[in-house]
Structure formats: structure tokens, C-alpha cells
């Protein structure tokens, strides 16, 4: 089969396509036959070895979908044939096969492509974790999204209107805007714009917001905390460096900064995600958008374009 290999971390041109052996199941494992991987940031800063030393040789991704192809013994529940979506691997996704635990494996509704399968498990999984495990939010509550236009983004625009929520959701182009209100936000900013504090919360009648998704905690923390309502909380998905902020703000208004990673979420909880995101999926709440479609040999180009932006969709490889 065809894979991409990181011999060493670096720039995205330290990713070649090689030819590898097949892969074949243990007991209690699974091979899923991918038809297409997300691209996911956190893809990005392994490969260039800002999250440490990552395990050389090793083949990049998380996120993928395609179909049960190899089961091996001690397995239910899974069938060969089966469409699937993959959160987690054994042996990496950009490649045209994944060896994964069952547990790293999700029924993929029918409606749904696999493309759009590609680009469910961290930006949804992600996205529902800060909504409801680590924001508890409500219904009822006023969301702001920063950055409301690229797959986390919209995975929390679609759950929280889903869940009965305000969405203000904020993108840095015409076209992101345009996708952020097609997704369900009832206002739509301009986070390029200095006075989109101002506006959110004189969307809220100068109450502020209960919670906002923020993926750009670098650029936007300590202004984030002079937008929140009373007991507000920020969940910090996304950062690219230190911020400064004034611990006033939080004090004044008993709010909290909370990080989030989908990483930690494990038994129950994990469980739990994946369940409501199988409903949602199949009952048409929620639909992951695709902005590009590259193919697998030309993974150093889509790992530039997840870092470099704008944000539009999900970018999946195609085997």
C-alpha cells in the first residue's frame, strides 16, 4: 500500500509517499481501507516537532473514513464491509490503509460521505468536548466561535444551534462569513476587525457571552474576557504563543479560561462523544463540511494550507 513516512520532523516537504507493506489485524484489531484522512493542525505541529519528539519513522494522522476491510479474532460489532469513520490509529491515517483498536472505529451514517467522515473526529469530537464537557453549556446560552468558518468552528456552530443556543460566530473572510451563517449563526463578525469585541456584546445587550470557542488564543484571550457575561467561561481549543491579560477581568466577572483538548477525553466520556456525534450525523444536525480535497501525495500542500489559512472547511487527503 501507499503511505506517507516522516523520516525526520521538519518542513511539510519531510512527508513522501512510499510504498509499504500491507497491513494485516491481530487479535482484536481492526483494518479500515481509507478513502480519504483529515488534516488536522495538530498534524501539523507533530510533524514539525513542536509537540515534542514524535517516534521516527511514522505515518501522520488521526482522522479518517473508509471501510472495514480486515477484522481480526475477538472482534463484535464490526463487520467487513462496514462504513466507518476512525478517531485514532495505530499506524497513522495518511495512508490507503489504518490499523486500528475497535475502539478507534465508528459506524459512518449513510448520508454521510467519506469525506465528510474524514473530518468528524477531532474537529467534532473537539468542538462537542469544550461545548458540553469542559463549557457545560446550555441551552439557552449565548456562544461566540472564533473562527466560526474552519471544521472546529463549525462542528460548534452546528451543536450548539443544535442544542438551542445564540451562536455569534466570527470569520476573517467574505467567504467564511458566508459559510458561518449558512451553518446556523444568527450574527456573523469580522474577527479582523479591532471593534468585533464591541459588537458581540452589543449583540447581547451589553451583557457579554457565556461561553466562546476560542482557537486563536494567542491573538484574542485577553480581550475575550472583557466580552464574557457574569460566570463566563472561555474554552481554549486552539493557540499559537503566549497572551497577556488582565486577571481583572476575570475576577469581575467570576468567569473561567478553560483548555481543552479532545485527547483527555477517555471511557464514558469518549463514549459518550461519539455517541452523540453518530446522532447527529444521522439525524442531520450535523453535516462537516469539506473545503478541499487534496490527494494523498501532495500532504506537504495541505499541511501548509491548514496552518496558513483562511479557514474554509475541512481538507482531507485522498489515497
Known amino acids: 500500500m501507499k503511505a506517507i513516512r516522516v523520516h525526520q520532523l521538519g518542513e511539510p516537504e519531510v512527508m513522501k509517499l512510499e510504498e509499504v507493506p500491507d497491513l494485516s489485524p491481530g487479535a482484536g484489531q481492526v483494518v479500515v481501507r481509507i478513502h480519504a484522512a483529515g488534516v488536522n493542525p495538530v498534524d501539523a505541529h507533530i510533524r514539525s516537532g513542536a509537540y515534542g519528539q514524535a517516534p ?4 501522520p494522522g488521526s482522522d479518517a473514513a473508509g471501510t472495514a476491510e480486515k477484522i481480526g479474532g475477538d472482534i463484535s460489532g464490526i463487520a ?5 469513520y476512525v478517531g485514532g490509529t495505530l499506524s497513522g491515517a495518511y495512508a ?11 459506524r459512518l451514517p449513510d448520508r454521510i460521505s467519506f469525506a465528510q467522515g474524514a473530518a468528524i ?3 467534532y469530537g473537539t468542538a462537542y468536548r ?15 466561535v472564533h473562527g466560526a468558518s474552519g471544521g472546529v468552528g463549525i462542528a460548534a456552530v452546528q451543536l450548539a444551534c443544535a442544542a438551542g443556543m445564540t451562536v455569534i460566530g466570527t470569520a476573517g473572510s467574505d467567504k467564511g462569513r458566508q459559510l458561518a451563517a449558512e451553518q446556523g449563526c444568527q450574527h456573523v463578525l469580522d474577527h479582523r476587525d479591532p471593534n468585533h469585541f464591541e459588537q458581540a456584546l452589543a449583540l447581547t445587550g451589553a451583557r457579554g457571552v457565556d461561553i466562546i470557542i476560542e482557537l486563536a488564543a494567542h491573538a484574542n484571550l485577553g480581550a475575550d474576557l472583557s466580552a464574557l457575561a457574569p460566570q463566563g ?9 503566549p497572551v497577556q491579560i488582565n486577571p481583572g477581568e476575570a475576577m469581575g466577572r467570576e468567569a473561567s479560561i478553560v483548555g ?22 444521522e ?4 453535516r462537516p463540511v469539506v473545503g478541499q480535497e487534496i490527494p494523498l501525495a501532495e500532504a506537504p500542500r495541505a499541511h501548509r494550507a491548514v496552518m496558513e489559512g483562511p479557514a474554509y472547511g475541512k481538507i482531507v487527503l485522498l489515497p
Open 121 to 123: 473526529n477531532v474537529p
Open 233 to 241: 467561561r472561555v474554552a481554549v481549543i486552539g493557540s499559537r504563543g
Open 96 to 106: 490507503e490503509q489504518a490499523l486500528c483498536e475497535p475502539s478507534q472505529v465508528h
Open 260 to 281: 481543552v483538548t479532545f485527547r483527555a477525553a477517555l471511557g464514558r466520556e469518549l463514549a459518550g462523544v461519539h455517541a452523540a456525534l453518530i446522532a447527529g450525523l
Open 283 to 286: 439525524n442531520g444536525t450535523l
Open 56 to 59: 521516527l519513522p511514522y505515518t
Open 80 to 84: 467487513v464491509g462496514d462504513r466507518v
Open 130 to 144: 469544550a461545548l458540553f464537557q469542559r463549557a457545560h453549556a446550555l441551552a439557552g446560552d449565548t456562544i461566540l
